[in-house]
């Protein structure tokens, strides 16, 4: 059976971002007789951008005043400045593509902000995530939200065992156009806010406006077969598979053309008019996480190398190098992203099960 949460009287800490699936998931919560404290985390912002934070929290408090839900707050700038900030930049400068929001779920929703919940007398978590949660045989599996189209299993891939037993993910098993409903039905004042688009901490500017505050981005040069055919705004700025960005000289013929690699030593960046010279047959895996525990290898399964990527098939392998995914057919993946693992549920109608992933390196 797949479940968001049951009928228990834990107490439970919902971290409130100020939207409309977190607002939902603590009223659910209520509804079902927990013991509900919505939780607003506040996270670094830079002093250039002009940050939300504020309004959100003004929001995360109303949502609790209409529940009539205790409100607390913790502030983890700290945290989220170095576990997310710092590596996201320090990989941007190394040329590869990080993913800030995986960094987000294992180092402060369900790191810092699961202990100090923990440490207040929470016993069990909650989030507006979409992914849903199985026991069965011992141990939880991570699934599939019910809305596909919305599913976040992908970003909580790093979770384990511990991290999954206490957490609840009550929109899990329902549609964005319920949970909306929803939050018409329950009154809650976020009921019509638009859902947030990209990277909380950036807000309105482009991510070059940003990485051009912490390394160097400047304009370099684009090569096609040892030639130099026009100009990019910065090798850390950009992604293998990536098509556009570019300035091209007058004798150049039009697109598109698809980076292949990006050296930010030299601040070049090599592209081809030939998709397929971007993708790769295999992949080396580093830092591999088993939500459970390490399955038989090689494993056949599908994967996927980016969020709301079409999975495709590949088999994941083992030797004394370390761990390989060979795909099925050739694929685009970018170095630094995450490629997550799943498994077909043999429970018609419950999502595919997520297994685990690694780090994409080439």
């Known amino acids: 059976m797949v479940y968001s949460c049951a009928r228990m009287a834990h107490r439970v800490f919902v971290g409130l971002s100020g939207g409309v699936d977190s607002a939902v998931s603590a009223a659910l919560l209520k509804e079902q007789d927990y013991d509900v404290v919505g939780a607003f985390i506040k996270i ?3 002093e250039f951008i ?3 934070w504020r309004e959100d929290r003004l929001d995360a408090m109303r949502v609790c005043a209409v529940l009539g839900i205790p409100f607390r707050e913790i502030d983890l700038s700290e945290e989220y400045k170095k576990e997310v900030v710092e590596r996201m930049v320090q990989d ?6 990080p993913n800030p929001d995986v960094l987000c779920n294992l180092h402060i929703k369900f790191g810092a902000f699961a202990q100090w919940a923990k440490s207040e007398g929470a016993e069990k978590i909650a989030t507006g995530h979409y992914a849903r949660k199985r026991e069965v045989g011992g141990h939880v599996e991570l699934l599939r939200a019910r809305d596909t189209s919305k599913d976040q299993s992908y970003f909580l891939y790093r979770l384990g065992q511990a991290d999954l037993a206490r957490a609840l993910f009550p929109i899990g098993d329902k549609l964005k156009s319920d949970v909306r409903a929803l939050a018409l039905k ?9 859902d947030s688009q990209g990277l909380c901490f950036i807000g309105e500017v482009s991510m070059a406006e940003f990485l051009q505050r912490y390394i160097p981005v400047v304009p ?5 077969d040892g030639k130099t055919i026009g100009e990019h705004e910065g090798a850390a700025l950009y992604t293998v598979g990536q098509r556009h960005g570019f300035t091209f000289s007058r004798e150049t013929s039009a697109g598109p053309f698809y980076v292949v690699s990006v050296d930010t030593a030299a601040n070049s960046v090599m592209v081809s008019p030939r998709r397929k010279d971007a993708t790769r047959t295999t992949v ?4 591999m996480h088993w939500v459970y525990r390490e399955p038989a290898l090689p494993l056949t399964c599908n994967v996927q190398s980016r969020y709301h990527e079409t999975p495709v098939g590949a088999t994941i392998s083992k030797d004394s190098a370390g761990f390989t995914s060979a795909f099925e057919h050739p694929h685009v993946a970018s ?21 685990g992933g690694g780090i994409i390196s080439l």
């Open 284 to 287: 080396n895996l580093s830092d």
């Open 220 to 224: 370099g040069p684009v090569v096609c």
């Open 50 to 52: 002009e940050c939300t």
């Open 186 to 194: 329950f009154r809650l004042p976020v009921a019509r806010k638009p």
């Open 335 to 355: 170095p630094g992203q995450s490629l997550v693992l799943y498994q077909k549920n043999e429970r018609e109608g419950e999502g595919d099960v997520c297994v």
């Open 44 to 46: 670094w912002q830079p």
């Open 92 to 97: 941007y400068a190394r040329g590869i593509t």
